[in-house]
Each structure stands twice: as C-alpha cells, then as structure tokens.
Nanobody
Framework: QVQLVESGGGLVQAGESLRLSCTAS????????VRWYRQSPGKAHDLVAS???????NYAADVKGRFTISRDNAKNTVYLQMNRLQPEDTAIYYC???????????????WGQGTQVTVSS
C-alpha cells in the first residue's frame, strides 16, 4: 500500500509564501507523473501543477509565474513552492501520482490526504 503525505500548509497573509512537500512510502515520485491539485469548499478538484518523469512542468493559468513544482529524487519528494499567495489560493492541496504498473501501460493513481492552505487578506 503506497502512502502519500503532504505537508507544509498553514495560515499566511496575502503576498507571503509557502512550500508544500509530498513524500511517498515507496520510491514512486521520481519516475512517474506527479500532480498537485487543490479543492476549495464546494468546488471540484482543480489541477494546479504537474511534473512529468522527464521534468516537464505545467501550471494552471492562475498560478503560472507564482507557483513552482519541483522534484528531489534523492529525498523522494515533490515540492510546490507558492509565492505571492492570494486569498483565492485558499484550499486543501493534494498530491497525486499516477504509477505505471505493467508493460501494457496499466496505471494506478494515488492520492495524499491533503494539506490546508489558508491565505488571509
């Protein structure tokens, strides 16, 4: 059973920064597609950022230029650096990993429990 654990959330003021971390109980973060999602009350999960096994990154339009996703393979950790935070960034942030499990390309998706980010104005 793979476990993903997010950390680094908290309460900050608008304009401040946070760095979220996602660690896994097995070494699955380095060679797989990793995404950060967020969910605000009453809303669906929104994709925030992603990083491929090769290191290609993508961002949602409203966080581009403020957020940076990165990976430290030695620490089996994926980060989400969030700068210039705004109240609309308030949400629970989740780490998501899609793991290819066989040569036919079957995949398994793993989610963490989430970490709360609250940005006050």
């Amino acid at each position: 059973q793979v476990q993903l654990v997010e950390s680094g959330g908290g309460l900050v003021q608008a304009g401040e920064s946070l760095r979220l971390s996602c660690t896994a109980s097995r070494r699955i973060l380095s060679g797989n597609f990793v995404r950060w999602y967020r969910q605000s009350p009453g809303k669906a999960h929104d994709l925030v950022a992603s990083i491929t096994s090769g290191g290609t990154t993508n961002y949602a339009a409203d966080v581009k230029g403020r957020f940076t996703i990165s990976r430290d393979n030695a620490k089996n950790t994926v980060y989400l650096q969030m700068n210039r935070l705004q109240p609309e960034d308030t949400a629970i942030y989740y780490c998501n990993v899609i793991v290819t499990v066989n040569v036919e390309g079957a995949t398994v998706e793993h989610w963490g429990q989430g970490t709360q980010v609250t940005v006050s104005s």
